[in-house]
């Protein structure tokens, strides 16, 4: 019975990525400048330059496997941590690390919601 369950949810598409497949659909036929898709999350601009600095700078400083490595289902505590301060300071805030539970996209969050 679930293994049936399963097998139909894997066989169709969710909605987002419907919308994702008609947004790459419509790309080709309009062109990509005239399509903005929202639906996945996907990043439509390069990232600056100080991430791709950063990236470099972390992989040749920090252990590559911790660095892409799985965290605390709550994710990192120091991430975590680092967040609270700075509200904390910029905003007078009394907020700790407990209070984050940080994802990988807005699905995520609104199921964790």
């Keep these: 019975m679930w293994n049936e369950?399963?097998?139909?949810?894997?066989?169709?598409?969710?909605v987002i990525r419907?919308?994702?497949?008609?947004?790459?659909?419509?790309?080709?036929?309009?062109?990509?400048?005239?399509?903005?898709?929202?639906?996945?999350?996907?990043?439509?601009?390069?990232?600056?330059?100080?991430?791709?600095?950063?990236?470099?700078?972390?992989?040749?400083?920090?252990?590559?496997?911790a660095l892409h490595g799985y965290t605390s289902a709550q994710g990192d505590a120091g991430v975590r941590g680092a967040i609270a301060e700075y509200l904390n300071y910029t905003y007078d805030a009394d907020v700790t690390a407990d209070c984050f539970y940080l994802t990988a996209g807005a699905a995520a969050s609104l199921t964790v919601s």
């Design 5 to 14: 369950k399963m097998r139909e949810l894997g066989a169709r598409r969710s």
């Design 18 to 65: 419907e919308l994702f497949e008609y947004g790459k659909q419509r790309k080709a036929e309009i062109g990509a400048e005239n399509v903005f898709d929202f639906s996945l999350g996907n990043p439509s601009v390069p990232a600056p330059d100080t991430v791709k600095e950063t990236l470099i700078r972390l992989l040749s400083e920090r252990d590559s496997v």
